[in-house]
């Protein structure tokens, strides 16, 4: 089975408390890659972070960061002192060669609501 | 900067009518992707097209096709419009490689009364 989830539904947290997104996912390719993306109130998906299954380093981009554990199959996501402009859905997904094609899966999201 | 633009981004239609959702895109994407995004549910998808001319099911095709006459333009068809099909859809587009992320257009929220 290939499957993304994403265990929160929402979290609300107040301005500047760090936060920790989670995704499980699913696979028996031994080769996929791994996607944030984040959706604003506007609608629009917008790409935050690409990682392979062959590449285990933890990556952090200003108050952004990613654990990802093939061990456990979680790819994590923890926002540093997090702002109000964070407020959105976060959508992790899961990207195989499957089938001649290529498969993007997506999780159900977290919506995250940071409070002033 | 790449853009995915969909046609509409809100539209009422009634139960039985055919309706169109349009998606173009603007940078010689292969990929073409159709999601339909409910709560609780995440996106899933509906029809995926690899080439022009080409497409393949995903998950929840039922109740749709799609067309891809030219490479940056993809609809998507509700042949009879159901009340189930009340949600937000989403156009995305990607390189052929499966590397590579997919962009998104802004969406449209599809009410059918």
């Known amino acids: 089975a290939q499957k993304v989830t994403q265990a929160q539904t929402e979290i609300s947290v107040v301005e500047k408390e760090d936060v920790t997104l989670d995704c499980v996912y699913e696979?028996?390719?031994?080769?996929?890659?791994l996607f944030w993306y984040k959706q604003p109130p506007s609608g629009e998906l917008v790409f935050l972070i690409r990682?392979?299954?062959?590449?285990?380093q933890n990556e952090i981009s200003g108050r952004y960061s990613w654990n990802f554990q093939k061990s456990t199959s979680s790819f994590n996501f923890t926002i540093t002192a997090s702002q109000v402009v964070d407020s959105a859905v976060y959508f992790c997904?899961?990207?195989?060669?499957?089938?001649?094609?290529?498969?993007?899966?997506f999780g159900a999201g977290t919506r995250l609501a940071v409070h002033p | 900067d790449v853009k995915v633009t969909q046609s509409s981004r809100y539209l009422v239609k009634r139960t039985g009518e055919k309706v169109f959702l349009e998606c173009v895109q603007d940078?010689?994407?292969?990929?073409m992707f159709w999601y339909r995004q409910d709560p609780g549910l995440g996106l899933r998808l509906i029809y995926f097209?690899?080439?022009?001319?080409?497409?393949e099911k995903g998950d929840i095709p039922e109740g749709y096709s799609v067309s891809r006459e030219k490479k940056e333009r993809f609809s998507l068809i509700l042949e009879s419009a159901s009340t189930n099909q009340t949600s937000m859809y989403l156009c995305?587009?990607?390189?052929?490689?499966?590397?590579?992320?997919?962009?998104f257009g802004q969406g449209t929220r599809l009410t059918v009364v």
């Open positions: 995305a587009s990607s390189l052929q490689s499966w590397s590579t992320e997919a962009f």
């Open positions: 940078m010689d994407h292969e990929n």
């Open positions: 997904a899961l990207s195989l060669f499957s089938g001649g094609y290529n498969k993007l899966i």
């Open positions: 097209s690899y080439d022009v001319k080409m497409k």
């Open positions: 696979t028996r390719d031994t080769t996929y890659y």
């Open positions: 990682r392979n299954s062959f590449d285990e």
